[in-house]
């Protein structure tokens, strides 16, 4: 039987997500029908169900912790998304069988409610939600959107691009789904003679389309793996020290610090809730092995939820 298909994955972490606002007081639950154009809203179960432990209601639940389960419900949206990235559409590309899309993540000791995308949508009511890094990134971005779109009529959604971004909007939420590319998060530009040169200390760039979201979801790992041959950089830099080599973890270290610096400094956590996610497999044929990224920074404050433990938990060995 065929394994989980990777961005089912994502499943877990917007859950994550839902949660993060669920008992928030500026949510508007309600769905307010007044305007014929929402009439085709459901406004019944207005409530989310909440996942449940074994234990009693104060307990928690880790949802890193479980097993994938197959599901001949699902999947929760299928190839004629018309969303999908043909290079991840993998019936689309000729694939003949389909059971990969049938698995669903358990926890262990809770229970995820199966996704609803008119109660996620009241939820993020009036919301944008961004989605920061790699192609990863975009295709959790595709994903979410597919999950939404369909209890959406048309007319009533469209896409709109802002350089490096992309956003859905679900017109009658007053609901944004975004994606920004910022594989490196920090800048990389050119240089004298054409070169590539990687800022280790500098963000403004790209961190200028994260302002006023409600939901920022961060990854950032792959491309600091690459080896010297496909590496999208020929310089470092640091201040005004140009660096030819560094050891990759170590960059990585730098970048990520710069980045949670920006983050500590221009984000307010009562209104922006920030999620950084750890790394998934690669998702090309060569590579199938899952590369997980241990890093020690210490700048982060605890407004961050680090989806990941390994991650999580290496970064916890710094200051945090």
């Keep these: 039987m065929a394994k989980p298909k990777l961005h089912h994955q994502f499943l877990v972490l917007f859950f994550t997500v839902f949660l993060c606002f669920s008992n928030g007081k500026s949510f508007q639950l309600g769905l307010d029908q007044e305007d014929d154009g929402l009439s085709w809203i459901n406004e019944e179960d207005s409530e989310v169900d909440m996942a449940q432990t074994r234990h009693d209601s104060s307990s928690s639940c880790d949802f890193t912790y479980g097993k994938w389960v197959y599901d001949q419900s699902y999947p929760l949206y299928d190839s004629t998304c018309p969303y999908l990235s043909t290079a991840v ?15 669903r993540w358990k926890p262990h000791g809770c229970s995820i409610p199966r996704f609803d995308a008119l109660k996620f949508l009241g939820r993020m009511r009036r919301k944008r939600i ?27 959604k469209m896409v709109s691009y802002n350089g490096p971004s992309m956003a859905f909007h679900a017109l009658d939420f007053e609901t944004t789904i975004e994606f920004t590319w910022a594989p490196l998060l920090v800048e990389l530009n050119k240089g004298p003679g054409n070169k590539r040169i990687l800022h280790l200390d500098m963000i403004e760039e790209n961190a200028r389309y994260w302002r006023n979201v409600d939901i920022l979801v961060f ?30 973890m170590i960059a990585y270290e730098k970048g990520l610090t710069t980045w949670a610096k ?14 950084f996610r750890s790394m998934s497999p690669r998702h090309n044929s060569s590579n199938n092995n899952v590369i997980m990224i241990l890093s020690t ?24």
């Design 89 to 103: 559409t993998c019936q689309k590309n000729g694939r003949p069988d389909s059971d990969y899309e049938k698995w």
């Design 130 to 156: 961004m989605l920061v890094g790699d192609s990863i990134m975009r295709n959790q971005w595709e994903s979410l959107v597919c999950l939404v779109q369909g209890v959406i009529p048309n007319g009533h």
């Design 219 to 248: 990854d950032s790992a792959h491309w600091w793996t690459h080896s010297d041959q496909w590496s999208s950089w020929d310089y470092y830099m640091e201040g005004q020290s140009l660096i030819k080599s560094m050891n990759p």
């Design 262 to 275: 920006w983050i500590d400094l221009n984000l307010d956590p009562r209104t922006t809730k920030v999620i």
């Design 297 to 320: 920074v210490g700048a982060f404050n605890r407004q961050i939820i680090f989806a990941g433990k390994m991650v999580g938990n290496a970064i916890n060995k710094g200051s945090l």
